[in-house]
């Protein structure tokens, strides 16, 4: 898939560089971490002075970043799944994706918002905990791709992964669930990895070879 990306766009640090080139595509070099380079790249286009639900005007120091399709269900963080948002929405959307929450909004009392709420995260809990869903997370399917974990390319801080939290709870849901992954890994273009490294860590340890994948056809990493 292709992300959404400003048509200018240059940052640079020490033994850092990231640039959108002229056809297209961003270059990155070096170590940069996915998330606050997706959220920059995301203000520049989308702003940071307003919430995209309820469209107030704010501060943009106050403004957070939403995972449209949420973080506990799969959400990655590129431009296409990030968008600026108040504390408040952000914090009422909680684990919903945009278009649940957009049906939210409609209600008027909190009982009813809690109740659909409720509804929802339910639902996306059957798929997730349930090993017959091969794919258990809430994105669209066809940002998905199935690819041989031999293929992806990754940085050298596997030591510091393989100690992490996330990486122990990974093992433990991949066992439980059959192989499945709690989410995808993000890729770039040339098989970097680029986000959810805990769960490649922890893929490749229980040695599940095909692994699901979001290709970013428009990302090179020059390592
Ligand atoms: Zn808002």
Request: glycine share 6%; hydrophobic share 30%; charged share 30%.
């Amino acid at each position: 898939m292709n992300i959404e990306l400003p048509r200018k766009f240059t940052k640079s640090a020490k033994d850092k560089h990231v640039t959108v080139r002229k056809d297209g595509v961003l270059e990155i070099k070096g170590a940069w971490e996915l998330y606050p380079l997706m959220s920059e790249l995301t203000y520049k286009m989308k702003g940071k002075t307003v919430c995209q639900y309820c469209r107030r005007k704010i501060e943009p120091y106050r403004m957070t970043i939403d995972h449209l399709y949420p973080r506990e269900f799969g959400g990655i963080s590129i431009t296409n799944n990030l968008g600026p948002a108040c504390g408040n929405c952000n914090r009422e959307k909680g684990s919903l994706n945009e278009a649940e929450y957009r049906v939210m909004r409609t209600f008027s009392t909190r009982a009813e918002k809690e109740r659909y709420y409720k509804m929802c995260i339910a639902e996306k809990n059957r798929k997730k905990y349930n090993p017959h869903y091969l794919i258990g997370f809430d994105l669209p399917e066809e940002w998905i791709e199935y690819r041989n974990i031999k293929q992806i390319t990754s940085g050298n801080n596997a030591k510091i992964y393989r100690k992490s939290k996330s990486y122990s709870k990974e093992r433990a849901f991949i066992r439980k669930n059959n192989g499945k992954l709690s989410r995808p890994v993000v890729i770039s273009k040339n098989g970097v990895l680029l986000e959810s490294e805990s769960v490649y860590y922890a893929a490749k340890d229980e040695r599940i070879t095909r692994i699901p994948v979001v290709v970013l056809e428009n990302v090179i990493v020059i390592l």
